[in-house]
T-cell receptor, first 108, second 113 residues
Framework: TQLLEQSPQFLSIQEGENLTVYCNSSSVFSSLQWYRQEPGEGPVLLVTVVTGGEVKKLKRLTFQFGDARKDSSLHITAAQPGDTGLYLCARLERKLIFGQGTTLQVKP | EPEVTQTPSHQVTQMGQEVILRCVPISNHLYFYWYRQILGQKVEFLVSFYNNEISEKSEIFDDQFSVERPDGSNFTLKIRSTKLEDSAMYFC???????????FGPGTRLTVT
């Protein structure tokens, strides 16, 4: 089983702060996806990264794929309470293999 | 915007009973999936389904589980004899292609007592 490790597991910050969460694997990703999941809902895709070194931006969210395609990071600038949720990385093969997620709480 | 729907939103059942969880995938999607998420744990793949047959299944998907597409719109997950450890959120997802974006439904919370 090719495990995904996400860190930190929990993060509680104040509105306006910046944060970075990480996703690591011992093996190379063919492609990696980041999802956000809110309580009582299913995961919603934020981004897919495929190329080593790739950087994608989604408003205040910046996603980076490591050069060796074994790790990825999600950076949020000036976090807002609406960013609160569970952030999941997943490797996409014929199915999705998820990490355990980072629970983010942004306090007003 | 098209979305995956699931019913019921919450199902409570007694151990040993059969349950059927229902999903309506997005209409032009060809690949269908079930995932589950035990409280506090990660989302886990159960099974994928294409062209009216199972494409892939995980170790979790044992003989107690089955999937079916009984008509052109519904996709169901049946658990024949539920166990306490089957309590979880069950998510249905669908995609146009095998490595295309998967769209998730809101989930069914299954509670086995």
């Amino acid at each position: 089983t090719q495990l995904l490790e996400q860190s930190p597991q929990f993060l509680s910050i104040q509105e306006g702060e910046n944060l970075t969460v990480y996703c690591n694997s011992s093996s190379v990703f063919s492609s990696l996806q980041w999802y956000r999941q809110e309580p009582g809902e299913g995961p919603v895709l934020l981004v897919t990264v495929v190329t080593g070194g790739e950087v994608k931006k989604l408003k205040r969210l910046t996603f980076q794929f490591g050069d060796a395609r074994k790790d990825s990071s999600l950076h949020i600038t000036a976090a807002q309470p609406g960013d609160t949720g569970l952030y999941l990385c997943a490797r996409l093969e014929r199915k999705l293999i998820f990490g355990q997620g980072t629970t983010l709480q942004v306090k007003p | 915007e098209p979305e995956v729907t699931q019913t019921p939103s919450h199902q409570v059942t007694q151990m040993g009973q059969e349950v059927i969880l229902r999903c309506v995938p997005i209409s032009n999607h060809l690949y269908f999936y079930w995932y589950r998420q035990i409280l506090g744990q990660k989302v886990e793949f159960l099974v994928s389904f294409y062209n009216n047959e199972i494409s892939e299944k995980s170790e979790i998907f044992d003989d107690q589980f089955s999937v079916e597409r009984p008509d052109g719109s519904n996709f169901t997950l049946k658990i024949r004899s539920t166990k306490l450890e089957d309590s979880a959120m069950y998510f249905c997802a669908s995609s146009v292609g095998l490595v295309e974006e998967q769209y998730f439904g809101p989930g069914t919370r299954l509670t086995v007592t």
